[in-house]
Antibody, heavy 125, light 107 residues
Framework: QVQLVQSGAEVKEPGASVKVSCKASGYTFPLYGITWVRQAPGQGLECMGWISAYNGNTKYAQKVQGRVSMTTDTSTSTAYMELRSLRSDDTAVYYCAKVDCTNGVCYGYHGMDVWGQGTTVTVSS | DIQMTQSPSSVSASVGDRVTITCRAS??????LAWYQQKPGKAPQLLIYDVSSLQSGVPSRFSGGGSGTDFTLTISSLQPEDFATYYCQQANNFPFTFGPGTKVDIK
């Protein structure tokens, strides 16, 4: 079945970096993209950006631009999200989700149809 | 960024009730509107995409409608497993933005 499996929980100090992985299975990885969505404790959902698994094109939300990098490894069907210079307000559950793309641009027109289980990232000194 | 609002923020309902949640976008978003259900400690699940298309495996008691800036999610007969938080999300412009959520709980 189609699924995304994420790496485990992380605890980081302020100023550090974190890299979360998202392994896809059950579908043709390069035909879609991965979007990363985070949810702070008790809060709503925030899209951080997307990456096309076809050609590695990325688009990042302004709020995290400059601190985030999204990459993929098509040989293992895995997507990665690295967030640098962590702050306390980066404490959240981070989700990856499958999204539709066309010619390397992820429009997300048909929703985020498969989600990973989430990775808790805690930033604390 | 396109701002999404939802009303009500919470609703108390009984099994068998009809529940309607409204979502409004700060500008027209064509038909690029999706709805998600999230239960505590779980990832969101896609219910509806393209305003009214039912995601595979989602029960037919869920339906979506609307156009332009105003959209609705309706649960025709609430079931015990439907008590959750519901989010709308637009994909007309990047960044994809979500509404603040509507919590449906037991009356």
């Amino acid at each position: 079945q189609v699924q995304l499996v994420q790496s485990g929980a992380e605890v980081k100090e302020p100023g550090a970096s974190v890299k979360v992985s998202c392994k896809a299975s059950g579908y043709t990885f390069p035909l879609y993209g991965i979007t990363w969505v985070r949810q702070a404790p008790g809060q709503g959902l925030e899209c951080m950006g997307w990456i096309s698994a076809y050609n590695g094109n990325t688009k990042y939300a302004q709020k995290v631009q400059g601190r985030v990098s999204m990459t993929t490894d098509t040989s293992t069907s895995t997507a990665y999200m690295e967030l640098r210079s962590l702050r306390s307000d980066d404490t959240a559950v981070y989700y990856c989700a499958k999204v539709d793309c066309t010619n390397g641009v992820c429009y997300g027109y048909h929703g985020m149809d498969v989600w990973g289980q989430g990775t808790t990232v805690t930033v604390s000194s | 960024d396109i701002q999404m609002t939802q009303s009500p923020s919470s609703v108390s309902a009984s099994v068998g009730d009809r529940v309607t949640i409204t979502c409004r976008a700060s500008q027209a978003i064509s038909s690029w509107l999706a709805w998600y259900q999230q239960k505590p400690g779980k990832a969101p699940q896609l219910l509806i995409y393209d305003v009214s298309s039912l995601q595979s495996g989602v029960p037919s008691r869920f339906s979506g409608g609307g156009s332009g800036t105003d959209f609705t999610l309706t649960i025709s007969s609430l079931q015990p497993e439907d008590f959750a938080t519901y989010y709308c999300q637009q994909a007309n412009n990047f960044p994809f933005t979500f509404g603040p959520g509507t919590k449906v709980d037991i009356k």
